[in-house]
């Protein structure tokens, strides 16, 4: 005999509420006779039962919510009982087979695997990140030539054009580099009679004025020492022109403009003296600037070739670090070469008071065929005077 | 009718997305005399999809207006009606029907303020049911929201949220310009409580449901649900996916999309429509003119197979985007 | 930001200047400049990086507080814009 | 089942056989509309179900008088179209479980049966949409010369449609053999014929074409059957396309879901009077023509049938989903 089921009477409905039952028991049934009123979002339906019998037992009572496939009542056959089956989980009709996973459906077409690298900050085209990653070259250390600086695949495999794994620093063959300063610090010694020539600078009116100057600027508009040191030693020689130039064959020719060799170490050994131009004309803002720039292209290998080949003299300095003096070899065929030691604390007579005070050596060397130690010593007087004056730097 | 006269006493309610529909049916009705319900089924019947039930008693014929089945002809007239100083909301039974009235929707009610040089304006909205899930099959069970978000001169959204439902038919009745609104038909059982005082809301800005860093899930209407599921199984894969609700097709709220994407810097477009031509293609477009410098991987789409959809349910399943196929576009854009 | 947020981002700082070196190593109570061979230059840049990713001042006088891997992080962790990023830069 | 003797337009007089036929045919729409029904409501069948149950006069009318080569274009609601014309009750049921055994392989649905071999070409989902389609397919016979009909089933909801207009527009234009047949149930879902049409007298409207219409008792079998056979002899001998409306009802609800709020019962109860199936036995019997032992045999055959549509149905696969994308071309284009 049967069980009358909660029907489902439509597409999205999952339960219904029983509202009213037509029939009572020990009431016959014939196939199709109208047995209940469901009620659903839609409105009222009237349930027939598809069974004939006589009605056994109304299992739900009016009012109530029962899924789509609740028992609602039992049906007897002429004559017969009807147990109702242990209400096991109602078993839902067969449902189709359990979903397998989804068949991979033309998935979006991804081609190589995406790069999962630290997202750095400057924008750079997904190429470029990609064989960033792959050949372990920071972005920050590569400047773009896309729009707004960002960063190119062409600016990556540049930088990423190194030799064998020996040279740590990217895009620069060390080996290589050893070779040139060997081949030009050779010829300096050969062909150069140098002179050497030193003074003590006092740096407290630079340091006061380098610190006053930083403060409420945020860092990458900082100043730092090198770039007075570098605006000094350009206006000191508008002043005397025959440390700026070059010398062919023993015939000293001097330079048209100022362009400062700035020596550079590279990371893993290795040096570099890329041109600052017409130094002389830049405010101190604009040569921290060209040193910054300088610096960071220096050791990610991407100086422009022009910038190795012109400088009209060199100046080292060994920055807050290493030693007190240094004693540059001059770059042929330029004809000076200043350096600037590390600044320390000194005792230091001021209006006869012996007070503590920054200082650096700075040192000249220079061909002496060129010149000689009166106008050298002008020349480091004049740097020192000027550095006196940070402000009319 | 003042507004005083509408206000819900309950602090807040469990409701229907079809009963937060029909408030906001009511409410516009009970507000403005020029509102009125046009569409087949819509009086007598209750609605096909039974938002409309119990208005025709309270309305009466004359706004709550039975049509027969002739939808170009009907849509004309609710365009003609709001040329004309009514506020029509004209009900297309579903989208599959709407392209017999496309031609009146794109060359009229789109067309019309920009071809009279500005004299006109035609403040209609159309409520459009839209989607597949109920093994309704091919012709029964389309997403065309993209066609309507191509055309200039028609505002498209999808309410997916209780609070859309109750809240975008006001502010879209207040726009002077065709505004089409798509209820997508999985929603419509969908429950939920909803504070009394919720009111209009606005129709242009995309709303962040799920704030996440590593990837930005873009979806819209009957996807967001799947595209939420998809979001917490990436969380439980430490993967944090931040889930955006464009709410607005056209205008499209770039700003928010590209400001997420250049946080997270991937993109995946959830879109029930075919992905060739889908509106997930013009989201994907805009993401690489907008945000390409950020992007770490390619956009990904996860759209419905191109195929009409099938009745058996384990097809149309299969056909449907799913929360596992989002899953598996995460864990590709990452590398995994 | 947690403290190892923190860390994260200064180590990804350090590798950009110092590349080859291998940051697993370092004594976290060393000084910096003398480990990773660090000159005025390159410390700007830290700084300048710092600044730009996680939003902290680092003005010059504290720079001093920058000499040690532990000294920076526990400078930064105090820093109040630190406390108020919810991710990582 | 079909008339199969091409002799030009033979008479079948109203035989006993020829009737039983008639009833058998009637007989069998009325019980398998009634599974399904119980079958959806057991979650069996899903999606939309739109029963014929009150209307299987017209499909029984009509069909017989169809041959082999002629065409049917059908509605959703042409379960019973599609069982008279041929397609075996088995490929039936197996398609409303959206097995691949289906007439349309599983795809298609309650809405959706196609039979090539029986050239029956589909019920369609869209009001009217079949229309314009009918009209082309008797516009290629036109053209080729082939002396068949195209018979285009519609409710009186399609007459609303501007497709309607456009179509026998077009088919008396062009003379084309299309036979239209408006099964006017009055309802078209839950709007009243009189809530949607400011003329009700539908067969009114395809005279205003040019097309030669007429108004029948859509419950009466015999009627039905005498008017299509009038109307498919006119078109083969080139008389143009005819239109039928056959004035019919409903007992069921539109489709599965649906609380009939648009009308009373009391209609209802009063066109049950006019029930096809009984009208027939009850004037068989009167006139001799119904022996007892025939409506039990004829149930008895249909119960069987029905059964073994069922069990092949439930034993029916699902397609595998790797072939999702197939048939959507004829050849293999990747989008």
Redesign the interface.
Known sequence: MGIFRMPSLGADMEAGVLVEWLKQPGDTVARGDIVAVVETQKGAIEVETFEAGVIERLLVTPGTTVPVGTPLALLAGAGETVVLPIPEPQPSVSPPPPMRAPVPLPSPPVTSPPVTM?TA?PPASPAARRLAAER?I?L??IAGSGPGGAVLLADVERAAATPSAAS???GLDLAQMRRAIAAAMARSNQEIPHYYLSTTVALAKANAWL?ER??GR???Q?L???ALQLKAVALALRRLPEFNGSCIDGMFRPAEGIHIGTAV?I??GGLVAPAIHHADRLTVDEVMAR??DL??RARSGRLRSSELADPTITVTSL???GVEGVFGVIYPPQVAIVGFGKPVERPWVVDGQVVPCPVMTATLAADHRVSDGHRGALLLAEIDRLLQEPGSL | MTDADITVAASSRTITYRDAMREALRDALLRDERVFLMGEDVGCYGGCYAVSKGLYDEFGPDRIRDTPLSESTFVGAGIGAALNGMRPIVEIMTVNFSLLALDQIVNNAATLRHMSGGQVSVPVVFRIPTGAGRQFAAQHSHSLEGWYAHVPGLRVVAPATLEDARGMLWTALQDPDPVVMFEHVMLYNMEGTLAATTGPVDIDRAAIRRPG?DVTLITYGGSLSKTLAAAEALAADTISAEVVDLRSLRPLDGETVLASVARTRRAVIVDEGWRTGSFAAEVSARIMEGAFWSLDAPVARVCTAEVPIPYPRHLEQAALPQPAAIVAAVKALMGA | MTPDDVRRVVL??L??I???ADLALLDPAADL??AL?I???DH??F???L???LGV????VDYPRLITLDGAIAYLMADPAIAAKA?I? | MSDQSPAPHAKPHLTRDHLLDLLRQMVRIRRFEERCGELYQQEKIRGFLHLYIGEEAVAAGVMGCLHPEDAVVATYREHGHAILRGVPMTAVMAEMYGKAEGCSRGRGGSMHLFNVGTRFFGGNAIVAGGLPLAVGMALADRMRGRPRVTACFFGDGAVAEGEFHESLNLAALWKLPVLFVCENNLYAMGTRLDRAQSQTDLHLKAAVYQVASEAVDGMDVVAVEAAARRMTDAIRDGAGPQFLECRTYRFRAHSMFDPQLYRDKAEIEDWKRHDPVARLSAWMRETGMLHDADLPAIERETEAEIEAAVAFAEAGQWEPVEDLAKDVYTREVHP
């Open positions: 630290a900050h372990g920071a920050t250390a740590p620093a990217r610190t930083n403060t945020p860092p990458e900082r730092l020492l090198a170490a990371r893993g040193l910054r610096v960071a920055g807050d670090r | 860093t | 990804e700082e590798s950009n110092a590349p080859e400049r003398e061979d000159d005025s230059m700007l840049n700084v300048t990086a600044h730009n990713r001042a680092i003005p010059e991710g830069a």
